[in-house]
């Protein structure tokens, strides 16, 4: 089983900055990927940002140049310092880790997110 907890959500006016965190714990013996992504009410869980254990990192069009993930292998944390912050990027925001690949596709395990407010 692997467990994978995120902090570090609260509101935070327009323009200002907030840094989020996850960490994957259990028994994991290669974590190939994590990833954030957020979902507000009513729309589709979406992909903000994932970093590789290699350090490849890939960002949604609409936060590319404010936010910025990072990750620790040993660890098995990463985070996510997002600057400059809207209204729109009010959502509940989520962790993956991708620890496993099959034929079918990843393995991965979510958290059970934090809520980011962005609001004046």
């Known amino acids: 089983q692997v467990h994978v907890v995120e902090s570090g959500g609260g509101l935070v006016k327009p323009g200002g900055s907030l840094r989020l965190s996850c960490v994957a714990s259990?028994?994991?013996?290669?974590?190939?990927?994590m990833a954030w992504y957020r979902q507000a009410p009513g729309k589709q869980r979406r992909l903000v940002a994932g970093?590789?254990?290699?350090?490849?990192?890939n960002y949604a069009d609409s936060v590319r140049g404010r936010f910025t993930i990072s990750r620790d292998n040993a660890k098995n944390t990463v985070s996510l310092q997002m600057n400059s912050l809207r209204s729109e990027d009010t959502a509940v925001y989520y962790c993956?880790?991708?620890?496993?690949?099959?034929?079918?596709?990843?393995?991965?395990?979510w958290g059970q997110g934090t809520q980011v407010t962005v609001s004046s």
């Open positions: 993956n880790a991708h620890v496993a690949s099959t034929s079918s596709g990843p393995i991965g395990y």
């Open positions: 259990g028994s994991i013996a290669t974590i190939y990927s």
């Open positions: 970093i590789t254990s290699s350090g490849s990192a």
